[in-house]
């Protein structure tokens, strides 16, 4: 067997924490996964897992060879990447999917950076706040604002965005005050409707996780919509802070109980699968992640 492919299914199962969990990442069946896994103990000649019908942990053995062998396997990614970028050109179209309100105000002004660098690569660019199956959909690469721990789908993490509670300063001077958290409930509410909570908004606050029920005077799917009745003054919105840091700073918005913390999503470029990413993909994603590595919104 390949050796190299036994270390990336064997990582694989530890990092997923088990057999099926690996298998739909890694393309294979989870009786191929097993079939990996059993040939590399028999070929090592020790036991690297404790298997039940329950539950899957790491013997002592199996941990220094998946802590060694994550270093080869980085190692071998390092040297593959180090050839193909000083191979041909990156060249050909890339289908790249991105949410509406990120793809306007931060992805449009570096497009024009990356065609200067790579003239031959064209950009097939969508925006919209539906999740797309790269897939079935034919995109290369699509940048993703969301926790992605249970994503089948290969991501590279280009930021962060927390979301912060703001109003106008108009609108909080003419409405009562807000002091704790439950008195959010006594206001109206621009709402996300996408906003995978929905009308309950939990928060980290001083007493620890704490959430209030909110009342909508306005919903829409689209956050540029809500950013902008929120700043016309008509009631309290949970933003992204790539959307509203700046409107903070400039005084537009306030952030409402800043010592309440709400969620904090990732940004990510998501693809389908490691293996032969094309070299126009690979500069693509390179050039987001340095582009974004200090953020504007903080």
């Not at 530890?14 to 070929?43: C, I």
């Not at 706040?129 to 991501?155: P, Q, T």
């Not at 606050?205 to 919903?219: A, D, I, K, L």
Request: charged share 25%.
């Amino acid at each position: 067997m390949d050796r190299a492919l036994e270390m990336e299914v064997f990582c694989a199962v530890v990092d997923r924490g088990s057999f099926v969990g690996a298998a739909e990442p890694l393309g294979m069946s989870k009786a191929a996964v097993s079939r990996y896994v059993s040939g590399l103990e028999e070929r090592l000649g020790v036991r690297l897992l404790h298997r039940t019908t329950r539950s899957l942990s790491v013997t002592e053995e199996g941990r220094q060879f998946y802590d060694q062998a994550k270093d080869v396997l980085a190692m071998m990614a390092e040297a593959e990447a180090a050839v193909s970028s000083a191979g041909p050109e990156a060249s050909g179209v890339i289908r790249v999917n991105a949410p509406l309100s990120f793809g306007v105000l931060h992805l449009a002004p570096v497009w024009g950076d990356f065609m200067r660098v790579y003239p031959k690569v064209e950009l097939d660019i969508t925006l919209n706040d539906r999740i797309v199956d790269l897939v079935e959909e034919g995109f290369d690469v699509a940048v993703r604002i969301a926790r992605m721990e249970s994503s089948s789908l290969v991501g590279r993490r280009l930021a962060s965005t927390r979301m912060r509670l703001c109003a106008s300063p108009a609108y909080l001077d003419s409405r009562p005050p807000i002091r704790q958290l439950a008195d959010i409930a006594g206001h109206g509410v621009i709402a996300y409707s996408n906003y995978a909570s929905g009308s309950e908004w939990f928060f980290d606050g001083p007493n620890g996780r704490e959430g209030v029920r909110t009342r909508s005077v306005v919903r829409c799917n689209n956050g540029d919509t809500c950013r902008a009745i929120t700043l016309a003054g008509e009631g309290i919105s949970l933003q992204p802070s790539f959307m509203v840091a700046e409107d903070i700073r400039k005084g537009d918005l306030v952030e409402i109980l800043p010592e309440y913390a709400s969620v904090e999503l990732g940004i990510y470029a998501v693809y389908p699968t490691r293996k032969h990413l094309p070299q126009k993909v690979r500069v693509l994603i390179n050039f987001l992640a340095e582009r974004f590595a200090n953020p504007s919104w903080g």
